[in-house]
């Protein structure tokens, strides 16, 4: 009898694959039973393995995720099949996620670029007078959003706590934003003041909250979403530094029409991601200079030649938002880890 051929490694790795495909694919056909017809329905919630699915008629289904799909997050429109039996162990299964118009992405330190929410129409850039005003924050955001390509709108929180002077500075140092045309809201939950403006721009429109821990998102939400119950952190004494109060993405609906997708917030939203000219595309107001430098290489710093120094000489771009860029730009080695160094231009 001739002898059986010796498998390859990589044959036996191809076989050792295949028998467990069979065996995940029977596994499946033996919960399929127990499962109803494919249906469309929108993630609301995701944690862990799991998601928590919105049916068309507004019923929530806790869903696992079939092996094949790469990610699921809140916001994402899907095809799923809803569990029928009424045992609470007996999930339904999301089969597929449908196209995304945008994503909302964040750097992670050890799992690279994440997806935190998909298909928003807006973010909404909540900083706020206390810990403190950082105009350098908000052009992180904003540099984050337009890469999205996701509009923004600008959210100054806990205004209650300036007095008149105090008032005109904060206006003085945010008029750029508004020259840019960027939409600028005052809140105060205190008060309330400027809630009105910004249910108006919420209504149908997909809306994530982003921001630091401790600008009052978790409040303004509790106003705009009486029902939402979201934990509200204080502000450190000793760091300055807000407590994370969310723990999990999650959508909601507002009444007037519209939703909005929390997400957990983060003390500062890193860009390590991104290349220099990632950086220099998100500063708006720099697009018209681009490609018009003397050099193609040039770092817009001391580089003869160059058409957003020589803008910022003539007051055409504002010397704040200059030097935000640059710190921006300085920091991105600092702040990317070792592991994605090298990786990133």
Known sequence: MAKKPKLSKNQQRQVSRNRNKRMRNQAEDSVSEHLGQQQAGRVVSRYGKHALVEDQ??????????RTIDSVVCGDHVLFRPGESVDPANRGIIEVVLDRKSTLTR????DGVKPIAANIDQIIVVSAIVPALSTHIIDRYLVACEQAQISPIIVVNKVELLDEKEQAEVDRSLQIYKDL????????????QGLDALSKVLVDKVSVFVGQSGVGKSSIINLLLPDADEAVGE??????????????S?????????????????????????????ITQGFIEFRPYLGGCKFSDCKHR?????????????????????????????????????????LIP
């Open 107 to 110: 750097p992670d330190y050890y």
């Open 250 to 278: 999650k959508l909601m609906h507002f009444e007037q029409g519209g939703e909005l997708i929390d997400s957990p917030g983060v003390r500062e939203f890193g860009l390590w991601h991104l290349d220099a000219h990632d």
């Open 302 to 342: 001391e580089d003869p030649g160059c058409l957003i120094t020589q803008a910022v000489e003539e007051g055409e771009i504002k010397k704040e938002r200059y030097q935000s860029y640059l710190k921006i730009i300085d920091s991105l080695d600092t702040q990317r880890p070792a592991h994605a160094k090298g």
């Open 235 to 248: 502000v450190s004494s000793n760091s300055g530094l807000g407590q994370h109060t969310t723990t999990a």
């Open 57 to 66: 008629n507004h019923s929530l289904h806790k869903c696992h995720i079939r």
């Open 181 to 192: 045309g960027y939409q600028l809201i005052f809140v105060s939950c205190a008060k309330p």
